[in-house]
């Protein structure tokens, strides 16, 4: 990517303090959100202003076509385990409106970062990221600290579980609860060809050039850690 670092290695100490720092954010940020439903304008208002914003700070991103709609797969996309996907006949950004809506703000500026030219995973979840973190609203921060704290404490679970159990402990019983809500939803929508669904999805990343599949999703760890290690927050 144009950032000018690559990504850093995971290691184990790195990854705990990231993890800790991005609970604290999500302590810190959960008294603030509204916790209501989003309009389809409010998502795509609050991304290209979270994206706004960003270009101020890194020229090169840019997004100049908002473009952000309701998919017509949601109740598909529930069992196949998508939030949202980037239509490249349309150039739209469709989002899974069925999904919890805490995890939609994030979910909106993923998706634009692939309608602007971020095609891994690993990348538009990195670049939806710093886009939203960059907004002056607290429930398009939250959506995206609970997105990176979500894969962070997962990674971290296979190196230290005892610091994933209390890291998850420490969280406030709101932001636990929506943890325990976005679990029910996946739940919900379990079903018999879930893991042919899995395998069907990670085919067709790695046929549009994503070869680690559904791992490149996860990777977007290792560019918070770049990230975090030149400018010294998230």
Known sequence: MQFGFPKKQIRNHELLTLTEDLKNQLNRLKVNCANRPYSLEYLKTTASKSYEQLHLKF?????????????????????????????????????????????????????????????????ANFIGFIASVHSDIPDVQYSAYLHMYLYASGKLRWMDTASAKRIYKELTPAVQKDIRLYKAYLLRYQNPIQDGSDVLYDFYLKQNLQKKGLESYGEVVEWLLAYKAKYGSL
């Open 59 to 123: 020229p090169f991103i840019h997004y100049r076509q908002p473009s952000v709609k309701p998919s017509v797969f949601s109740t598909i996309g529930n069992y196949m385990g998508f939030l949202g996907y980037y239509n490249p006949f349309t150039g739209e950004s469709q989002i899974n409106r069925a999904c919890p809506s805490f995890l939609q703000p994030f979910v909106a500026c993923h998706e634009v970062a692939h309608q602007i030219g971020y095609a891994s995973e690993s990348e």
